[in-house]
């Protein structure tokens, strides 16, 4: 029995680009996250996608934690750290907005 097969009627099957991978549905981000792996709030997964803050309308990039529904986040006080040699952190109050970058 011979089969013979006739590459011009099979269809190829498409491969997915970058841009398609990158459009792929995203888990929601959470209420609140903190960076800080010794934190319950800390889940490592989200930060490998790229997670970014906007605080009163503007871009914030030393942000350490937040929380949505409160409308704070937390940032490094200066170079003032603790005896354990982890920054001090202040909070702040403002309408505070998470996305995917």
Not at 35 to 41: E, I, K, L, N, V
Not at 51 to 57: L, R
Not at 60 to 74: A, L, M, N, Q, T
């Amino acid at each position: 029995m011979n089969i013979t097969m006739n590459d011009t009627t099979s269809t190829p099957t498409p491969t997915p680009t970058p841009t398609t991978a990158a459009n792929a549905e995203r888990p929601a981000l959470p209420d609140r996250l903190s960076t800080d792996a010794r934190s319950p709030h800390h889940v490592a997964a989200l930060f490998e996608l790229g997670v970014g803050i906007h605080f009163n309308g503007k871009e914030r990039f030393d942000v350490e934690e937040y929380c949505i529904s409160e409308g704070w986040i937390k940032v490094p006080a200066g170079k003032a750290v603790d005896r354990r040699g982890h920054p001090l952190m202040i909070k702040l109050k403002g309408k505070v907005e998470a996305f995917y970058r």
